[in-house]
Structure formats: structure tokens, C-alpha cells
């Protein structure tokens, strides 16, 4: 895997520096904020995922006549964009009013860095970011304007109320957490839209953006939904520190967690069974989860 | 004025009653919070200005084929997003991190009554719905997908850090503000962000959704400008409480702003010429701003 992530993930970072506006541009706080939350950033999961969808479609549809580098480029507002929502997210749930957190990746959080107000802002300010990507004129040459409109629409059900925002709220109201082990469709039902919902729009961003067929594309958002909880139950395994937070762990047990996080990959791998070999970049994806390296 | 602004006024109302979810789906409480920051609302003036300058665009496009009806239906897409936006930044706002307001509109403000946490959360999931609403397949196909991507852009550019973001961003920075008086270029920079960029951007987004020629474009978005900057100088005549702000009559005394005021609005009006008689609800909407009613 690490070749093919390692370049698209060097990509992914070109661009994103592209069409962030530069520190030296008023205001210039504001910008600074933004560069921080962004870089030098994660995994970069969600872009990969997107890419990695693209190329599996774009294969499957084109055959030999598939052209991978020009898939990437054509799906890169999308690899931006998903990245950029992702930032935000996690400014707005480091704020005091959610989780509170002083660090993030090793480094103080935005609002530490930087004061509420202007996390608040430079939050504020890459949400539209992404809408303003998958929208600008190279994204609607690229990828046609309906095809842009559409992963438009897709990434704004996906942060809304009825997604990560969504998600949130279910979150900081604390119907599952508390005293009482949570029940595992609790820890599912908060999962699919806390992290679940952003995962699953950019795959299905990438699977747009490279003209997916309706077969394709109901293989990928279904590898996606399986990936997206993997996700969450991986991570929450990793991270067991928070008393009392709704995590698979504490739902089901940390063996059985262990189990249920490599059904759901192994189901998602059988999701791409469409795409013959077409899907390489997606199994590495998954592989690397279970592996702890995603 | 009264007649066409009252009853677009209720077909806007029945429109973003249409894109929000009802408060008995869940999230309920976040529905609910972004449903209480919606209705009942002000006096809508941002999607009244898309509205209006889409029925002048389709007048002087259309000549006497011109249908107010089929351009109203394809314009609110854009009047309702616009008017998200606007909810989304009037909540965000009043946080206590920015201005720290209890009560909007007469009522507590929406971390008042629901708790800073979804308050947070209520902006955060109505600011994608706007772009939500603008790529919806209805929008898609009502303006068509290069003019529905085109309003997204527009309107994700306003939202921004070189738009109302980034005014913010300015002001809290507070450059501004401070004992000496500002300087009239600094209210007017800081006013064009926080206010003119969305001002602009519902009267831009009406003249896409119409179709408007590229004339009709630049003399919309003139007038757009110059509206922008007006309600601003109004909007600080009529609520002269704050002191040490960055206002209009701090910068250039109370009678030099309103006479500063007029000479925008008559500028706005001149914008209008190309359009003959074509423009009777922006001629409406300008005046109605100098007598405080707008």
C-alpha cells in the first residue's frame, strides 16, 4: 500500500495547499488558522478513499482505456474537499462547548493555538471551503457540472444535520453514554453519522467523479458503510481512555469489538468483489485498518 | 412595496419550512435549534434581493415571454440557501466567544435557549444545507447543473474567509475598533466582508439562476455592492449603541453617514438604468432601505 498512498497523499497535500489562501493574504490570522488545521495533517483516510474509489470505478468502466492519472485529477476537488470538511469537523468538536480538547495529534488545538473565536472562524471558514472546490470551474470542467453538482450535494447531506452534524448533537445529548453499558446499535446508529457519513460520501465523491455505473456505485457506498464503521470500532480499540463514551468496546468487549471490526472489513471486501482485481487501492485501504495503520 | 415582497416573503417562508427537517425526526433538539434560528425570522431581505434580481434579469432576457412564476420557482433554491446562510452566521455571531449576545429579535438568542453546544452544532448542519439545497436535483433541474454549480461557487466564495468569515475574522481582531475613531475605508472593508459579500451574493446567485446576460450581471452586482455597503450605513444609524465599534457615524459623523447612505442608494438606483423599467422590486427594495423599513 504505501507506495501508491504515499503519492496520492503527497498529491492530496499539493493541492490542498493550492487552494487554501496563503497566511499573507488578509485576514491573515484567520488563513494562519486554517494552515494549522490542515497541516500537516493525518492519514489523509477520507482524500484516499475518494481516489482510491475513483480509480477502482474508473477501471471497471473504461477498461484498458482507463487513465489513471487523469482520474486523479479529476477527482482531486473531491480528495480536497472531504479533507477540508474533516478539518473543520475537528476544530468545531475540539471547541470548549464540545469536547474540549487542548491537544490534537500532538500539537495544542486550534483554539489553543489561536483563541475560540477564530477556531469558530477558521472552522466556519472550510466548511464552505470544500463546497467553493467542488464547485470552482476547473471541478465543473473536470468532472462535468452535473457531476460536480452532485458530489456537492452528496459531501453537504453528508456534514448536515442528518450526518456528522447530526451525529454530534446525538453525541454531546448523552443518550448513550452514562452509567449503563450502551447497547451496540447505539454505538452503530451514533458511529454511521459521527464518522460513517463523511467516509461514505467521499467514496461515493470518487465514485461520481469517475462516472461510476448504478451497479458500481451501490458496491462502493456498500464497501463504504462497512469500512465506515470499521473505522470507528478500530479506533475506538485503539483509543479506550474515555469513561463512559459510547465505543464499541464498551457496548460489546474488547474481543468481541476485535471480531465485529474484521467482519465488517471482511464484508467490505466482499462488497468489491464487482471490481475483480479493479479495486487494488480499496483492499490495501482496508487491510491497512485492521492493521492499525489506517 | 408591500404587495410583491409580503407574498414572496410567505413563498420563501413555505420553502425553507420544506428544506429543514421537521423537529420530529432526529436529531429533534437540533432540528429544533435550527428551526428556532429560522422562524420566524426578519424580513428575509437577502432572498427578496435574489428574487428581485432574478425577475429583473428574466425581464430583460425574456422581453414579453417572460413567466415571473417559472422565475420565482427557479430562483428559490437560491433565496432559501442564502437565508440559511444568513441563520447559520446570526447564530454563530451572537456566540459567547464573538459578540456574546443573550437576546436577537427580541428573543433569547439560539446558545440561550438551547445550549452553546447546539447552538455550535445548529450552524454547523445549516450551513451545508444551503449548498444542500442549491445542488438538489430540483435545483439541478430548474436552473440546470452548470448554473446550479455556478450559485453554489458564488455563494461557498461569499461564506468564506474572503467573505463573511473572514469580516469576522476582522473584526475581532478589532484593528478597527479602540479609541481613535476609525477611518471611513476601514468600516467600508470591514462592512463589504461582513455584509456585502452575502448581499452580493443573493443578488449574483438570482441573476445566474435567471440566466442573466454578462451586462446584466456586472450592473446587478454593481447595484449588489452598493446596496451591500448601504445597509450597512442604515443598519449603524438605527443602532448607534455600540461604543468603540468600527461604525459608519463613528468613522464620518451621524449626518455625513446618512447623506453617505443616500448617495449609495441613488448609486444603486443608477445602477439600475439598463434595465428600463425592468427593475421595479430592486428600485423597491433600495428605497424601502432609506426609509428604514427594509
Not at 36 to 55: C, D, E, H, Q
Not at 79 to 88: I, K, M, Q, R
Request: charged fraction near 25%; include cysteine; hydrophobic fraction near 50%.
Amino acid at each position: 500500500m504505501t507506495d501508491w498512498a504515499t503519492r496520492l497523499r503527497g498529491l492530496v497535500d499539493g493541492a490542498l495547499d493550492a487552494v487554501l489562501p496563503p497566511e499573507s493574504i488578509p485576514p491573515q490570522a484567520l488563513h494562519g488558522a486554517m494552515r494549522y488545521a490542515v497541516f500537516p495533517g493525518g492519514k489523509r483516510v477520507r482524500p484516499l478513499l475518494a481516489l482510491a474509489a475513483a480509480l477502482a470505478a474508473s477501471r471497471r468502466m473504461n477498461g484498458p482505456g482507463h487513465d489513471g492519472e487523469a482520474t486523479v485529477r479529476r477527482t482531486m476537488p473531491c480528495a480536497v474537499a472531504v479533507e477540508l470538511v474533516h478539518s473543520y469537523s475537528l476544530i468545531h468538536d475540539d471547541l470548549p462547548a464540545m469536547d474540549n480538547d487542548d491537544l490534537r495529534r500532538g500539537r495544542p488545538t486550534v483554539h489553543r493555538a489561536f483563541g475560540e473565536a477564530l477556531a469558530l472562524l477558521a472552522g466556519d471558514a472550510l466548511l464552505p471551503l470544500a463546497f467553493e472546490v467542488l464547485s470552482a470551474e476547473e471541478a465543473r470542467r473536470l468532472m462535468g457540472p452535473e457531476a460536480a453538482a452532485a458530489t456537492v450535494h452528496e459531501l453537504a447531506h453528508a456534514a448536515g444535520s442528518l450526518g456528522m452534524a447530526g451525529g454530534q448533537a446525538v453525541d454531546i445529548a448523552g443518550a448513550t453514554s452514562g452509567a449503563r453499558a450502551p447497547r451496540p446499535e447505539e454505538v452503530e446508529g451514533l458511529a454511521d453519522l459521527k464518522t460513517g457519513a463523511l467516509i461514505r460520501a467521499a467514496v461515493r465523491c470518487g465514485a461520481i467523479a469517475a462516472g461510476a455505473g448504478q451497479r458500481e456505485f451501490y458496491a462502493l457506498t456498500r464497501y463504504a458503510e462497512l469500512f465506515g464503521r470499521a473505522f470507528q470500532v478500530f479506533d475506538d480499540l485503539r483509543d479506550m481512555a474515555e469513561d463512559g463514551a459510547a465505543t464499541f468496546p464498551r457496548a460489546m468487549g474488547t474481543d468481541e469489538a476485535r471480531r465485529y471490526g474484521d467482519g465488517l472489513l471482511a464484508g467490505a471486501e466482499d462488497a468489491l468483489s464487482l471490481f475483480a482485481g479493479d479495486a487494488a487501492e480499496l483492499s490495501d485501504l482496508a487491510a491497512s485498518l485492521a492493521l492499525g495503520l489506517a
